[in-house]
């Protein structure tokens, strides 16, 4: 059961719809795996994406970057992804 949690992670990381899980998303879990290496390198100049707490202190900048489309650099997110980034914040950003 956890491994289909976690395959559907994968799955988001690398184009199909990504919908939360039943108990919420979390960082590790969910929005973590939406973010390419490519991204965190691009963007370490200003945190790392990969850092629960740095995404966490700058969440509310990040979901507006990811709603404008320019973030991450190379490609706009599709709905379901910001969708799943907001339900995160929402919740209060779990580890």
């Given at each position: 059961?956890?491994?289909d ?47 629960h ?21 190379d ?21």
């Amino acid at each position: 059961m956890g491994s289909d949690k976690a395959a559907g992670s994968v799955a988001g990381a690398i184009g199909h719809a990504v919908k939360p899980p039943p108990s919420g998303p979390g960082f590790d879990r969910d929005i973590r795996p939406l973010f390419l290496a490519f991204d965190r390198d691009q963007m370490r100049f200003a945190f790392d994406l990969w850092n629960h707490t740095e995404v966490k202190d700058n969440a509310s900048v990040i979901l507006q970057r990811l709603e404008l489309g320019d973030m991450p650099c190379d490609r706009a997110w599709p709905a379901d992804r910001i969708a799943l980034f907001r339900a995160w914040l929402v919740a209060g950003c779990p580890p």
